[in-house]
């Protein structure tokens, strides 16, 4: 495959395939389980039973693992959510769902005919 193949695998870092458990724990609800499909150095491929909400960046931990991983949405398709694994430090809430009014954003509805301002 050329470079401009838009086809092409662009990971800095091999992926391992896996079917191992991961959950997600978020500031006010209950801790998100997952299935990891693939991971790597660099990320992984989390999937879901059903499509869920989740905050841009959040903490995940894995099933018979004694780490946290601090994550960032990179893709999301349906139930499969790619993240990359960034520094804990820079996850909003260490793993708390999104804080103030970038929540209050999320999960207020807008009224018909106003902008977002």
Not at 49 to 64: M, S, V
């Amino acid at each position: 495959m050329s470079l401009n193949d838009p086809h092409a695998d662009r990971r800095q870092f091999g992926r391992r395939h896996t079917h191992v458990t991961g959950r997600i724990k978020l500031a006010g609800r209950a801790a998100l389980t997952c299935i990891i499909r693939n991971i790597s150095d660099g990320g992984a491929m989390l999937v879901f039973d059903r499509p869920e909400c989740l905050p841009f960046g959040f903490l995940l931990t894995i099933e018979g693992e004694d780490k946290t991983y601090g994550c960032e949405i990179r893709h999301h398709f349906g139930e499969r959510v790619g993240v990359a694994f960034v520094d804990i430090s820079v996850i909003h809430g260490a793993g708390a769902a999104p804080g103030g009014s970038e929540l209050a954003s999320w999960s207020k509805p807008k009224a018909p005919g106003r902008s977002g301002r």
